[in-house]
């Protein structure tokens, strides 16, 4: 875990606008017609909507993503009763989870009140403005009163997260440690060291799965809570053993097959870990410092099964697993209530979603080559982004079937599509992409089958159905890469195409090569020696028609591909230059960028080749072209350099092209913003568009454009998109990771796919 100075923590809470969340407005408010509609008198017509239909509250307001976060500060972290004011920042911060994780907006609510009944009148009292209401940082065993009672008097969603919170995310690991130790719920031994609200809901969340209440003993800061004790709460009563003999914590876990701990750190001993049965699971969930450290466990156990709440070791039990998805889930089917079966779909989709294969991405997020279900990952990472499809789901659902739902989903892939856009992992622009090419798989070659991310992405994209796979190498490296990587090769074709079982085909690709460049000096020995490179030997293979799309980049500098697929492959019939475009896929949409790759200081007619091709590459998409040809001055304010061949294309494209929206040279201002461009520049043929389209006056500028805005926006970069070739030629960098080369591959199955119909 990075340390974290007193320092820091305060200049990250202080800098800039203090605090950690804000409101934005959702709506247009720069005109008086926006402001009227906002509050007077517009404001009136939803207002008596409402008063008709108190349930249209969800259509006109932000009631039903809106959550209240509340405490009173008698629990702060490991901090204590530390007052409302002061628990103000955790508020916060878990404010801004929820947005992060499951685009939900939050208030805190900070109530200066410890009397029980008088917390619950406040509570209700502002329940209205919300859909749902997270109670936090609250002491027991107020807390369980507090909870049972609004849970009872109010019609929304509600959690102590506190309680159930951990609870979920740790029956989830307990179910899948169990199956890796190979025991069954039902006959192991448990010993949960603290008594407090999340060690209770702990514990009957685990008797809910199907452990059983005499196997469990629970031990608090006086020793072994049992029956001989006289000084016991009511809910400690609940946990309390017949088997007196037991009196600390020591005693209790001998023999056992379970330890949870949600107490304080270094309270279990390697001793106490070696006195556990066979493969024994150590949840050891104190925080900063856990019961045990992992090195002492895994010391003392070399079979231990062990998770902690910290991000530095294997297994981390961290409630934003859950919460944000469960009130997602929640939120969206307008539940009236957060009940026992909701937290158990959570913890089940949670438990299932760490046996699937884990996504590049998360892997990366943590420096690891592979995470695979088994004793160093049951449980989920928390930027897995799969988590908000499967556990909101799974929620919903769950609130549907046990009839607390009032607005049901119908349409589930709809719902799980709506939610990768809500948190933008996955737009419909890029799904569409994935669909276009599942509905055809082609043959793709991958020229650097040894490197480790093209393998990736050639396993994951005929793992996603959009290809057919062939690799270029050594077979012996690649299969021995896969193993490392544990990646698995069935269905994926593997050419080495330097072995001798490939002469003949290099013999043929050399005599129909030479034969297509005789009037360029080429001859068949030199055409046959430049079949043992990979960008000629795969770019022959689509050329022939043996395979219907090329993919590289990853090792070869760009001069050099750029040489071969114009020997090999061509640029289409009217046209003298080919050239690359990146979409830059955001929340508004995609935004297509050209030529960001192939041409670096072009002439006027390259200009001209580059938006013929943007236009034909955004028509293959889908979209109707509206292209703005960026410079440094607009509209001929400056009539040399670069500049001028710029204005000469546009008005060159202007005149062969009349019905085509382009326009410049502009500033890339101009370009996006349309009322700022119609105002001082209304005779522009863009007048009233939307420009999606950005053509550079050079490669620096364009190439530095593309990465400046991947790098500063969260926006998906998908390229570069060849454009001008005769075939599916496509080309990856060496900074590609595997979700870029896996796209990339959509787009030359695609490319493949129109190529295919244009031959019927």
């Given at each position: 875990?990075?340390?974290?100075?007193?320092?820091?923590?305060?200049?990250?809470?202080?800098?800039?606008?203090?605090?950690?969340?804000?409101?934005?407005?959702?709506?247009?408010?720069?005109?008086?017609?926006?402001?009227?509609?906002?509050?007077?008198?517009?404001?009136?017509?939803?207002?008596?909507?409402?008063?008709?239909?108190?349930?249209?509250?969800?259509?006109?307001?932000?009631?039903?993503?809106?959550?209240?976060?509340?405490?009173?500060?008698?629990?702060?972290?490991?901090?204590?009763?530390?007052?409302?004011?002061?628990?103000?920042?955790?508020?916060?911060?878990?404010?801004?989870?929820?947005?992060?994780?499951?685009?939900?907006?939050?208030?805190?609510?900070?109530?200066?009140?410890?009397?029980?009944?008088?917390?619950?009148?406040?509570?209700?009292?502002?329940?209205?403005?919300?859909?749902?209401?997270?109670?936090?940082?609250?002491?027991?065993?107020?807390?369980?009163?507090?909870?049972?009672?609004?849970?009872?008097?109010?019609?929304?969603?509600?959690?102590?997260?506190?309680?159930?919170?951990?609870?979920?995310?740790?029956?989830?690991?307990?179910?899948?440690?169990?199956?890796?130790?190979?025991?069954?719920?039902?006959?192991?031994?448990?010993?949960?060291?603290?008594?407090?609200?999340?060690?209770?809901?702990c514990t009957k969340l685990y008797l809910a799965l199907g452990a059983k209440k005499e196997n469990v003993v629970m031990v608090d800061s006086k020793?072994?809570?049992?029956?001989?004790?006289?000084?016991?709460?009511?809910?400690?009563?609940?946990?309390?053993?017949?088997?007196?003999?037991?009196?600390?914590?020591?005693?209790?876990?001998?023999?056992?097959?379970?330890?949870?701990?949600?107490?304080?750190?270094?309270?279990?001993?390697?001793?106490?870990?070696?006195?556990?049965?066979?493969?024994?699971?150590?949840?050891?969930?104190?925080?900063?410092?856990?019961?045990?450290?992992?090195?002492?466990?895994?010391?003392?156990?070399?079979?231990?099964?062990?998770?902690?709440?910290?991000?530095?070791?294997?297994?981390?039990i961290n409630n934003v697993i859950g919460f944000p998805y469960i009130f997602r889930g929640a939120l969206d089917v307008r539940a009236t209530t957060?009940?026992?079966?909701?937290?158990?779909?959570?913890?089940?989709?949670?438990?299932?979603?760490?046996?699937?294969?884990?996504?590049?991405?998360?892997?990366?997020?943590?420096n690891l080559d592979k995470l695979s279900f088994g004793p160093s990952y049951f449980i989920p990472k928390p930027v897995d982004q799969r988590l908000?499809?499967?556990?909101?789901?799974?929620?919903?659902?769950?609130?549907?079937?046990?009839?607390?739902?009032?607005?049901?989903?119908?349409?589930?892939?709809?719902?799980?599509?709506?939610?990768?856009?809500?948190?933008?992992?996955?737009?419909?622009?890029?799904?569409?992409?994935?669909?276009?090419?599942?509905?055809?798989?082609?043959?793709?070659?991958?020229?650097?089958?040894?490197?480790?991310?093209?393998?990736?992405?050639?396993?994951?994209?005929?793992?996603?159905?959009?290809?057919?796979?062939?690799?270029?190498?050594?077979?012996?490296?690649?299969?021995?890469?896969?193993?490392?990587?544990?990646?698995?090769?069935?269905?994926?074709?593997?050419?080495?195409?330097?072995?001798?079982?490939?002469?003949?085909?290099?013999?043929?690709?050399?005599?129909?090569?030479?034969?297509?460049?005789?009037?360029?000096?080429?001859?068949?020995?030199?055409?046959?020696?430049?079949?043992?490179?990979?960008?000629?030997?795969?770019?022959?293979?689509?050329?022939?028609?043996?395979?219907?799309?090329?993919?590289?980049?990853?090792?070869?500098?760009?001069?050099?591909?750029?040489?071969?697929?114009?020997?090999?492959?061509?640029?289409?019939?009217?046209?003298?230059?080919?050239?690359?475009?990146?979409?830059?896929?955001?929340?508004?949409?995609?935004?297509?960028?050209?030529?960001?790759?192939?041409?670096?200081?072009?002439?006027?007619?390259?200009?001209?080749?580059?938006?013929?091709?943007?236009?034909?590459?955004?028509?293959?998409?889908?979209?109707?072209?509206?292209?703005?040809?960026?410079?440094?001055?607009?509209?001929?304010?400056?009539?040399?350099?670069?500049?001028?061949?710029?204005?000469?294309?546009?008005?060159?494209?202007?005149?062969?092209?009349?019905?085509?929206?382009?326009?410049?040279?502009?500033?890339?201002?101009?370009?996006?913003?349309?009322?700022?461009?119609?105002?001082?520049?209304?005779?522009?043929?863009?007048?009233?568009?939307?420009?999606?389209?950005?053509?550079?006056?050079?490669?620096?500028?364009?190439?530095?454009?593309?990465?400046?805005?991947?790098?500063?926006?969260?926006?998906?970069?998908?390229?570069?998109?060849?454009?001008?070739?005769?075939?599916?030629?496509?080309?990856?960098?060496?900074?590609?990771?595997?979700?870029?080369?896996?796209?990339?591959?959509?787009?030359?199955?695609?490319?493949?796919?129109?190529?295919?119909?244009?031959?019927?």
């Amino acid at each position: 875990m990075a340390k974290i100075t007193k320092e820091a923590a305060l200049l990250y809470h202080s800098q800039g606008k203090p605090g950690k969340i804000e409101v934005i407005p959702t709506k247009p408010h720069s005109t008086q017609t926006d402001l009227s509609l906002a509050y007077s008198p517009g404001v009136a017509e939803p207002c008596l909507e409402i008063e008709q239909d108190p349930f249209k509250a969800y259509d006109y307001t932000a009631k039903g993503n809106l959550v209240a976060v509340i405490s009173n500060g008698t629990a702060v972290l490991g901090l204590g009763d530390i007052g409302t004011l002061a628990g103000k920042p955790v508020m916060e911060g878990k404010g801004l989870l929820f947005k992060i994780y499951a685009g939900i907006d939050v208030f805190d609510i900070e109530i200066d009140e410890k009397d029980p009944e008088r917390f619950i009148q406040a509570v209700k009292a502002i329940a209205p403005t919300f859909g749902g209401i997270n109670l936090e940082d609250i002491k027991a065993p107020e807390c369980f009163e507090i909870e049972e009672r609004l849970k009872a008097e109010l019609d929304i969603p509600l959690m102590h997260d506190d309680q159930h919170g951990t609870a979920i995310i740790s029956s989830a690991g307990l179910l899948n440690a169990l199956e890796i130790a190979g025991k069954r719920i039902d006959e192991v031994k448990i010993v949960v060291n603290g008594a407090g609200a999340s060690a209770s809901s702990c514990t009957k969340l685990y008797l809910a799965l199907g452990a059983k209440k005499e196997n469990v003993v629970m031990v608090d800061s006086k020793g072994v809570i049992s029956t001989s004790r006289t000084d016991l709460s009511a809910s400690k009563r609940f946990f309390a053993t017949e088997r007196t003999e037991l009196k600390t914590l020591a005693d209790a876990i001998k023999g056992a097959d379970v330890f949870l701990g949600l107490s304080k750190g270094n309270v279990l001993s390697q001793d106490m870990v070696r006195s556990m049965a066979p493969n024994p699971i150590v949840f050891a969930l104190a925080n900063p410092t856990p019961e045990i450290a992992y090195e002492d466990a895994v010391e003392a156990r070399p079979d231990v099964l062990l998770a902690t709440g910290r991000s530095d070791y294997p297994n981390q039990i961290n409630n934003v697993i859950g919460f944000p998805y469960i009130f997602r889930g929640a939120l969206d089917v307008r539940a009236t209530t957060i009940n026992e079966e909701m937290k158990m779909a959570a913890a089940l989709a949670i438990a299932a979603l760490a046996k699937e294969p884990v996504p590049d991405v998360v892997n990366a997020a943590y420096n690891l080559d592979k995470l695979s279900f088994g004793p160093s990952y049951f449980i989920p990472k928390p930027v897995d982004q799969r988590l908000i499809t499967e556990v909101s789901v799974a929620v919903a659902k769950a609130a549907m079937d046990s009839g607390v739902a009032r607005q049901p989903i119908e349409d589930w892939e709809a719902y799980k599509t709506k939610l990768r856009q809500l948190m933008g992992y996955e737009s419909s622009f890029t799904r569409r992409l994935m669909d276009m090419a599942r509905s055809n798989p082609k043959r793709v070659v991958f020229a650097e089958g040894i490197h480790p991310n093209m393998l990736r992405a050639a396993v994951e994209a005929k793992n996603e159905g959009i290809c057919f796979p062939i690799l270029l190498g050594n077979d012996e490296r690649i299969q021995k890469l896969a193993a490392e990587l544990d990646l698995s090769l069935e269905g994926i074709e593997i050419v080495n195409l330097r072995h001798d079982n490939q002469a003949e085909r290099r013999e043929r690709y050399a005599r129909i090569l030479a034969e297509k460049r005789a009037r360029e000096g080429a001859n068949f020995q030199e055409s046959n020696d430049k079949m043992f490179e990979r960008n000629y030997f795969g770019m022959m293979m689509v050329e022939t028609g043996e395979a219907d799309a090329f993919i590289t980049g990853l090792y070869t500098k760009y001069s050099n591909t750029i040489k071969v697929a114009k020997e090999v492959i061509g640029i289409r019939e009217g046209f003298t230059h080919f050239a690359t475009m990146h979409i830059l896929n955001g929340p508004k949409g995609p935004l297509f960028l050209a030529d960001t790759l192939i041409n670096r200081h072009p002439s006027t007619d390259t200009l001209v080749d580059v938006v013929r091709h943007s236009a034909n590459t955004l028509r293959f998409f889908g979209k109707e072209p509206k292209i703005a040809l960026l410079s440094y001055s607009n509209f001929g304010s400056d009539q040399v350099g670069s500049p001028a061949s710029v204005h000469a294309a546009v008005a060159r494209v202007q005149a062969q092209y009349p019905d085509l929206a382009i326009d410049g040279e502009m500033q890339v201002n101009f370009a996006l913003n349309k009322e700022l461009r119609d105002k001082v520049y209304p005779f522009s043929r863009l007048n009233g568009k939307d420009v999606n389209t950005l053509v550079f006056p050079n490669l620096s500028s364009a190439n530095a454009s593309y990465k400046l805005l991947q790098a500063m926006t969260d926006c998906e970069s998908i390229g570069p998109i060849q454009m001008g070739l005769n075939k599916p030629i496509h080309f990856t960098d060496v900074e590609s990771s595997v979700r870029d080369i896996v796209n990339v591959t959509a787009i030359a199955v695609i490319d493949a796919i129109v190529e295919e119909s244009k031959r019927k």
